[in-house]
C-alpha cells in the first residue's frame, strides 16, 4: 500500500473542492486526523498500521460531493456519505481502483458502516478490527470538530438553552449507548448524542486519545445556565468516565 500515491491522489481528488469554504476545509482536515487517529490505534493493538492509516485517510471521500450537490453533512437530508464514498472509491471513479490493493474488502466495509449506529455482527474478526478501528478515529476527531468554528456557535446557544434532553435520550444515556437520530429534536439532544460516542470507543488507546486531547471534556464541561440541562450533562459526565474507568482497570489487571 502506498502512501505517496493515496495522499496524493486524495490531495488531487479534494482540489477539485473549494477549500476557501470553510466546511469544505474541515474535512480536509478531518481526514488528515482521523488517519493519523487509526494508525496511532492500530499500533496500539498490533494490527497493520499502513491498512488503518489508508482507510482513514479515504473513510470521508463521499462528504466533499454530498456538501457540493446538497450543501449539507447532513445525511438524513441528503445522502448517507458512507455509502457514497465506498461507492466512489470501489466502482464509480476509475482513479481509486486497487488503491488499496489486497485490503478492498476490508476497506469497503470498514468505509461503508464508519457511521452506522450498530456494526453488524456477521463480520469476520479482522474485518471488525478494522471497522472499531476507524471508527473510533472518526468519533476521537469529531469531539474535536463540534468544538470548532462553525460548530462552536451550537455549544453557545446550548448554555443559554432551557429545554431539557427527553427521558428517552437520557435512557439512553444510562444504558451506555449512543442515541439514535429519531431520539434527537434539538441542538442540547443532538450534544448528548455525539458525546454518547465515547461510550462507544473500544480501544484504550482511543480513550487515552481522547483524554489527552481535552475536546470532549470541554463539550461535557460546558456552562450550561439551566440546572436541569447542567445536572443532566453533569450525569452523562460522570457515566462516561465511569465506563473508562472499568475498562482501565480491565486493562491493567489483563498487563499483570
Not at 96 to 108: H, N, P, R, S
Amino acid at each position: 500500500m502506498d502512501r505517496i500515491k493515496a495522499r496524493q491522489l486524495f490531495d488531487e481528488y479534494v482540489a477539485a473542492y473549494d477549500a476557501g469554504i470553510i466546511e469544505i476545509k474541515l474535512k480536509i482536515d478531518h481526514t488528515y486526523r482521523v488517519a493519523a487517529i487509526a494508525e496511532r490505534i492500530a499500533e496500539s493493538i498490533g494490527a497493520d498500521k499502513d491498512a488503518a492509516w489508508m482507510m482513514g485517510m479515504f473513510h470521508d471521500i463521499g462528504r466533499f460531493e454530498q456538501y457540493t450537490v446538497y450543501g449539507t453533512f447532513r445525511d438524513a437530508k441528503s445522502v448517507d456519505h458512507a455509502e457514497y464514498g465506498a461507492d466512489i472509491l470501489f466502482g464509480k471513479d476509475e482513479r481509486f481502483k486497487g488503491v488499496f490493493e489486497e485490503w478492498d474488502a476490508i476497506a469497503e466495509t470498514a468505509i461503508r458502516l464508519h457511521n452506522k449506529l450498530d456494526l453488524p455482527n456477521t463480520l469476520d474478526d479482522k474485518t471488525m478490527t478494522y471497522c472499531n478501528i476507524l471508527r473510533d478515529a472518526d468519533k476521537i476527531d469529531i469531539f474535536r470538530v463540534i468544538t470548532e468554528p462553525p460548530y462552536d456557535e451550537r455549544s453557545r446557544l446550548i448554555m443559554t438553552m432551557d429545554t431539557p434532553a427527553s427521558e428517552e435520550v437520557i435512557g439512553c444515556v444510562m444504558e451506555h449507548r449512543c442515541v439514535p437520530r429519531p431520539l434527537i429534536h434539538n441542538k442540547f439532544e443532538a450534544l448528548i448524542g455525539q458525546c454518547c460516542m465515547g461510550f462507544e470507543l473500544v480501544y484504550p488507546e482511543s480513550i487515552v486519545i481522547t483524554e489527552e486531547q481535552g475536546y470532549l471534556g470541554k463539550l461535557l464541561d460546558l456552562d450550561i445556565r439551566d440546572k436541569l440541562l447542567r445536572s443532566q450533562l453533569e450525569e452523562l459526565k460522570k457515566e462516561i468516565y465511569s465506563v473508562w474507568n472499568i475498562r482501565k482497570e480491565n486493562r491493567d489487571d489483563k498487563k499483570k
